[in-house]
Each structure stands twice: as structure tokens, then as C-alpha cells.
């Protein structure tokens, strides 16, 4: 597969991807290299990262605990202390093996470590090989409230091996098609009806499809890398989806959903306000909602839910002015931004969801 250009990285694929690495590694001086891991990918991934990694520099290794949980200041803090401890300098170098996670922390890690030092993103999971290791964010939570802490910094490459898909449970693969379900949805309707009718589908095909989903990221990203403008077209189904999933990780009596659940349902609700605000189509509505629900168990929301989820919108990073700003479609591949919502209306598309 050719290597995706980003603005000022590449995006490369399993066995040109780790000689793009090794060579990259051979032609640039660095003083040390760390792997940031966390307790799952340094089980699964990390033994065969290592066969595949060609270089004589001097390796650390840093352990995170696995889980969103984990996406703190705190965690940071072990990190850049564990840097700094093992003779981490400016011309050090951070690969960060990972679901989205590890690349998102690690990212910011490295964007602050003394100013900043190079990494590298080798995402694990699926979220992350399609969404989370491209395009530059990187971040923390905040307590339970999602990225809010961070800065828009790209590494030095992405290095795409999807053997590591091999390891990853089937929930965190629904994750990370939900995200490429988004894509589609904002971006390509063809693209969306391949995703949509998984009865055509073949493991075999999973390779193109996330090659797919990475150049429509890509393209977006390059258009608008500070999300200005276009790149909110891929918050579609986050404000609500991440409200959701904060509430879901803060509620002692809930489960926690991965980010690819509450996005999924995130897109059905906005599905619903796209087509009571802007015509979206409610056949198309309707067709969304049952191919999330095919992939998707319903998750319980009740009525005693709903106030602690739109409370929550009021920390979504689009909010301008005191506006929830959402992005709902006109059409498919036809995002509209900086929507206004009555809360009487997301009251109508939870009841949409769960009917
Ligand atoms: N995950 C949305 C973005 O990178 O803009």
C-alpha cells in the first residue's frame, strides 16, 4: 500500500512501514529511544514491534495502566518523571505503541517534554489506526470530561500494522468501525454503503477499508489541521457521543462504554436532529439507526439520564459563546457545522434511539 502523505508526516503500511521507520531511525541522531506501552500492548504488541525494530539505540521501555481511565494529567506525569529519570533529553525520541490511549497521551507527553520531542504514533487498535493516531490531536481528559487538555501536534510518521488488529477484541474492532461508519457518513456515501452492508465483507477486505478511512481523515485534516472549519466535520456524532461517554465513565451506576459505543449512538441521536432540523432524509435516519443497532447492543439510557448527558454538552471543545455548536447532515457526505439544538429536541432523539 503507497504511503498516505500528511502535511508533514506519512502515514505508512505494514512491511514498508517498519523499513520507513528503521531508516528513519539509521538517518536522524538520536540520544535514546522509549516505547510507551500500556499493560495490554506491552503483553501483545510489544514483542513483535521489537522483532521488527532495526537499530542500535539505547531502548526504555514505560508502562502506562491500560484504559480511558488512565488518560490523565497524572499518567502524564509518571511519564515525563520516567523520562526525565531514564536520561530522556531533547534528542530523545517517544514511539508510542498503542490503542488511542497511548497515542493520544504519548503525544502530548512528547509535545511538552522539555519543550517538545519527536514521535512517533504505531497504533494498535483500530480506533486509533483510523482516527486517534492521525491528524495531530493529542491530549488528556479532564476528570471524566474528554480531551480537554492537549495540543494539535503531529509526529514524525504513523506506522500501520494491522496484524496487531489479530490481537484486539471484537468490541474495541466495533470501536473503531464506528468511526469509520463516520467517515463515510460526512464524507463518502459510497464509502458508507460498503461499511454499512457487512454481509459483503471479508476480514481480507478490512486492510482497504482502513486505508480508505485514513485518506478521508487525511484529506479533511490537511484542509483545516486546526479545526477551523472543515475538520469539525469529524466531531459528527461526538458532542452528543462524548457527553455520553463521560457520563457512562463518571456514573457509579453504569458500565463504562469504549468511545466507538458512545459515538455510535452519538450518530443516531444527530442523525435524528439532522432530519427534524435540516431534511436529512428520514429514510436515511432510519437506515442508519439499524445498521449502528445491528453492530451495537442498545445501551440502556433512561429518562433519569438525559439532564446529567446535556449538562454535559456544555464542556464540548466546539462551544463557542456559551453555544453547543453542533455538526449534523444535510445530506449524506453533506456536513452542516455550528448547528444550534433545542434540549427538548435531544430529549425527542434519545427517545428516537431507544424505540
Ligand atoms: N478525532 C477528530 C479529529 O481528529 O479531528
Redesign the pocket.
Known sequence: MISIKASNYSVHFNNTAYRQLNLYLEQNVFSKLFVLVDTNTNQHCFPNFMSRLETNLNIEIIEIEAGEAHKTIETCLGVWNALSELGGDRKSILINLGGGVVTDLGGFVASTFKRGIKYVNVPTSLLSMV??S??G?NGVDLGVIKNQIGVINSGEMVIVDTTFLDTLPQNQLKSGWAEMLKHGLIAEIDYWKKLSDLSQLTLEDLDQLIYNSIII?NTI?NKDPY?IKE?KH??FGHTLGHAIESYFLSSKHKNELLHGEAIAIGMILECYLSYKLLNFPKSDCDEVKNVINSLFQQVDITSNDYESIIELLKFDKKNEHGNVNFVLLEALGKPKVNCLVENDLILEAFDYYKN
Open positions: 482516527d486517534a492521525i491528524g490531536k481523515k485534516v479545526e475538520r469529524l466531531n
